[in-house]
């Protein structure tokens, strides 16, 4: 089956430029995770959504970054006003159930890479 | 807080030889542990993951990994390595579900580049 996409695959920005990011995760999975991907790094966590709500934010490195899940579905990690720094790939996770059960595991789509210019 | 050290950056093998990445964690508690492969351009795939139980994971693509708390490491191995599992490979850590966290999110070490002579 399907598994979680992202779009689109690559942006390019000029700094200052405002940006929109989209996640499809897996249908029917409840939870989903934003995770930024710094090079020669592991990904670092940014938020993380239950359905729609989001329950954890704390990752977001500023008030630039914003993030929604409406409909508790397809998500949407915004970033305004872009800088250099921000250049990343950004990865979206899916899980089928709530998040910390032992048998939860993340599936990861193939990310965006950021390039801000 | 929780961290992850990967203390190989780049590993080089032989293609048929065997294969272990180190990883050490830091934790409050017996976090669950996970390990995940990213190859070029494609998104992060899991290999296997410990929870509790038996110390010793089976994962896919014949990698097995031990948890061994008293070293705080949980290293991934694989006997004969083959060409196609040249990729990145990152350790990750979670909290365990009875700590009562708001999110349970991953943290991951920087990872380990493994290439792989022909």
């Known amino acids: 089956g399907a598994g979680v996409s992202q779009s689109p695959r690559y942006k390019v920005a000029k700094r200052g430029q405002d940006v929109a990011l989209r996640c499809d995760p897996i249908?029917?999975?409840?939870?989903l995770f934003w995770y930024q991907q710094a090079l020669g790094q592991g990904p670092e966590f940014l938020t993380y959504?239950?359905?729609?709500?989001?329950?954890?934010k704390s990752g977001l490195p500023s008030d630039r970054f914003f993030a929604e899940r409406p409909e508790g579905s397809v998500s949407t990690l915004k970033i305004q006003r872009t800088q250099q720094e921000d250049s990343a790939v950004y990865l979206c996770a899916s899980s089928p159930g709530l998040a910390g059960a032992s048998d939860n595991e993340q599936f990861f789509g193939p990310g965006t890479r950021l390039t801000v210019l | 807080a929780q961290s992850v050290t990967q203390p190989d950056i780049h590993i080089t093998v032989s293609e048929g030889a065997s294969l272990e990445l180190r990883c050490n964690y830091s934790?409050?508690?017996?976090?669950?542990l996970f390990w995940y492969v990213q190859s070029p351009g494609q998104g992060l795939q899991l290999l296997l993951k410990y929870f509790s139980g038996d110390t010793l994971v089976q994962g896919i693509k014949g990698f097995e990994a031990e948890f061994k708390r008293s070293q705080s490491s949980f290293n991934l191995r694989k006997p004969s390595v083959h060409w196609s599992d040249a990729a990145e490979y990152f350790c990750a850590v979670g909290p365990p579900a009875y700590s009562g966290a708001g999110s349970y999110q991953l943290t991951f070490g920087k990872g380990t580049k493994l290439s792989v002579i022909p």
């Open positions: 959504f239950q359905n729609e709500a989001q329950l954890d």
């Open positions: 934790y409050g508690a017996t976090p669950y």
């Open positions: 249908s029917g999975h409840v939870s």
